[in-house]
T-cell receptor, first 111, second 113 residues
Framework: EDQVTQSPEALRLQEGESSSLNCSYTVSGLRGLFWYRQDPGKGPEFLFTLYSAGEEKEKERLKATLTKKESFLHITAPKPEDSATYLC????????????FGTGTQLKVEL | GAGVSQSPSNKVTEKGKDVELRCDPI?????LYWYRQSLGQGLEFLIYFQGNSAPDKSGLPSDRFSAERTGGSVSTLTIQRTQQEDSAVYLCASSSQGVEKLFFGSGTQLSVL
């Protein structure tokens, strides 16, 4: 069975304190790994798609990387507005057009 | 432009009642998804529509759940004889690129008493 595990469940950072969120996956075949951000009371917002090991994507203070068994979302010098739940999802071979999501990492950045 | 719109934003119902949840996707988006988000759990795929193709219903948890998409636009998710375990946030998403980049609505919070 395809599995996506995110860690930590929750993370508290001081403003400017860089860190990384982890998404490990066990799948039959990976067709894409996706990162979304979700604010309270809102739907998830697309951040990145990664397709192959070694690939990296960047957007402002966020950088996503991918290996054959996990992905990292690196947050450099975070600000309070980066506080949100970050979700990882995979699309797998034979899985059609659906995504399998992890349970997310709840990030809080404090002044 | 307008994003994905879902209504109602909140719905409280009694066990055994039927409910209908509505989704208005972004204009021109051919793909439409329904997901369910329960406390402490990841988003759970329910159903996927793509253009005029037969929908992928593989995620519907029971035959009490059904969905339709009229005219390739608005979609309705219907839950019959609701149970307490149906309580969750129901999220709709649309896309012009299949699963590659989904745009989600803010969801309908369903509470079954």
């Amino acid at each position: 069975e395809d599995q996506v595990t995110q860690s930590p469940e929750a993370l508290r950072l001081q403003e400017g304190e860089s860190s990384s969120l982890n998404c490990s996956y066990t799948v039959s075949g990976l067709r894409g790994l996706f990162w979304y951000r979700q604010d309270p009371g809102k739907g998830p917002e697309f951040l990145f798609t990664l397709y192959s090991a070694g690939e990296e994507k960047e957007k402002e203070r966020l950088k996503a990387t991918l290996t054959k068994k996990e992905s990292f979302l690196h947050i450099t010098a975070p600000k309070p507005e980066d506080s949100a739940t970050y979700l990882c999802a995979v699309r797998v071979t034979g899985g059609g057009n659906k995504l399998t999501f992890g349970t997310g990492t709840q990030l809080k950045v404090e002044l | 432009g307008a994003g994905v719109s879902q209504s109602p934003s909140n719905k409280v119902t009694e066990k055994g009642k039927d409910v209908e949840l509505r989704c208005d996707p972004i204009s021109g988006h051919t793909a439409l998804y329904w997901y369910r988000q329960s406390l402490g759990q990841g988003l759970e795929f329910l159903i996927y529509f793509q253009g005029n193709s037969a929908p992928d219903k593989s995620g519907l948890p029971s035959d009490r759940f059904s969905a339709e998409r009229t005219g390739g636009s608005v979609s309705t998710l219907t839950i019959q004889r609701t149970q307490q375990e149906d309580s969750a946030v129901y999220l709709c998403a649309s896309s012009s690129q299949g699963v590659e980049k989904l745009f989600f609505g803010s969801g309908t919070q369903l509470s079954v008493l």
